[in-house]
């Protein structure tokens, strides 16, 4: 909460990496639907589910991103349609792995630990590794580094941060 206005860092993860993108490289933000910001979908006479927030292209490759911040410790996942309330969700994954599929095309989330100060990047192929070897019902900084995660090098301006997008855009 700042100024009596609650600020969504998620939103300001969002923000931060945006701007930390080269004009070099092509970024899109997808819009999101009137239900993701927890408006009333009965209002709505159907919802988009995105399969993922962003996409990159750079050096003839596209890279579509799902970005997750958490000031906890792990961020949830939503393993069944009937599962509300997850941070990670089904069709994400769903998304994301069958953008994966295709040659040139390298998919994945940004996984933004906020108590640690630390952010990866995680293969959906990587992922995928990881739900279908375990039962958990979340994912935590451990296990996103024991499953490949990439850490993105970042500095912090006064109170924001800026990524190395084109160092981690080199690397996976």
Request: positive net charge; aromatic residues 14%; contains cysteine.
């Amino acid at each position: 909460m700042q100024g009596g206005i609650c600020i969504n860092q998620g939103k300001i993860f969002e923000t931060n990496w945006r701007k930390s993108i080269p004009d070099n490289v092509y970024y899109v933000r997808i819009k999101d639907s009137p239900s993701s910001f927890s408006q009333d979908s009965g209002s709505v006479r159907f919802t988009l589910n995105n399969p993922y927030d962003s996409f990159i292209f750079y050096n003839g490759r596209l890279f579509p991103i799902e970005l997750k911040s958490t000031q906890g410790t792990s961020i949830s996942i939503q393993r069944d349609k009937s599962e509300k309330g997850k941070m990670i969700k089904l069709h994400q994954i769903e998304g994301l792995f069958k953008a994966s599929l295709y040659d040139g095309i390298k998919a994945g989330f940004l996984f933004d630990f906020r108590s640690s100060e630390h952010t990866y990047w995680l293969d959906i192929v990587d992922f995928k590794r990881f739900i279908d070897s375990c039962e958990k019902k979340s994912i935590n900084e451990n296990d996103v580094i024991n499953f490949g995660g990439v850490k993105i090098n970042k500095r912090k301006k006064k109170i924001h941060y800026v990524y190395e997008v084109l160092e981690l855009l080199k690397v996976i």
